[in-house]
């Protein structure tokens, strides 16, 4: 149980359409950043928000964007889905894996797998 | 620029013994974090094992730990004991930069096969 939860879990969308993935975190950390992961590769960052602003982006274009809430939870937008945009979308949440020296790192959920059609 | 590299797509190991995967990390900041991240075939990416670039001791997290070579750049993970349990993706990451929170970059992976 990472305390970070992700919905849905499978989505299959047509090009063209617009799509919205959630993310939430027990956690209550006030960092969310999103994840694309391509088949057959590693995941590439696309945007990070704190505090309910984006402080972090990826080399994605701008029909990706993104939402925080007070509540921490967070969303993912993709307007105009190309086909190439078919990937799993994870979101992670900070957390402390050395809590002694205050260094931080990222846990993630089980992520959402998009297919465009 | 920052980059991870993992040059082995693929590893297969007996159970029971140890197996070693490869990674080498390229960055100019004095403060960085390194990851090794499990990604069975459900998709999660659950945390394994963490080294902070001043730490001086390698990392040990049960049967995982990491071979931290500073001067040569890797980051080796070595899981002891394999068990079937353990096939799945690895991936190596690393955070870098200080002040704010940095994004991770990561490797291409290794698939990692144990047989009976």
């Known amino acids: 149980e990472t305390g970070v939860t992700q919905s849905p879990t499978h989505l299959i969308k047509t090009r063209g359409q617009q799509v919205t993935l959630r993310c939430s975190s027990q956690s209550g950390h006030n960092t969310v950043s999103w994840y694309q992961q391509a088949l057959g590769q590693g995941p590439q960052f696309i945007f990070q928000y704190y505090r309910e602003e984006e402080n972090g982006r990826g080399n994605f274009p701008p029909r990706f964007s993104g939402l925080q809430f007070p509540n921490y939870s967070s969303e993912l937008n993709v307007n105009a889905l190309e086909l190439d945009d078919s990937a799993l979308y994870l979101c992670?949440?900070?957390?402390?894996?050395?809590?002694?020296?205050?260094?931080?790192?990222?846990?993630f959920g089980s992520g959402t797998r998009l297919t465009v059609v | 620029a920052q980059k991870i590299t993992q040059t082995q797509p693929g590893m297969f190991v007996q159970e029971k013994e140890a197996v070693t995967l490869d990674c080498t990390y390229d960055?100019?900041?004095?403060?960085?974090?390194l990851f090794w991240y499990k990604q069975p075939s459900s998709g999660e990416m659950i945390f394994l094992i963490y080294q902070g670039s001043y730490d001086q001791q390698n990392a040990t997290e049960g049967r995982y730990s990491l071979n931290f070579q500073k001067a040569r750049k890797s980051a080796n993970l070595v899981i002891s004991a394999s068990q079937l349990g353990d096939s799945a993706m690895y991936f190596c990451?690393?955070?870098?930069?200080?002040?704010?929170?940095?994004?991770?970059?990561f490797g291409a992976g290794t698939r990692l096969a144990v047989h009976p």
């Open positions: 992670a949440s900070i957390f402390s894996p050395a809590r002694d020296r205050g260094d931080y790192g990222y846990t």
């Open positions: 990451a690393m955070r870098g930069g200080s002040g704010g929170y940095n994004k991770l970059i």
């Open positions: 960055t100019s900041d004095p403060s960085y974090g």
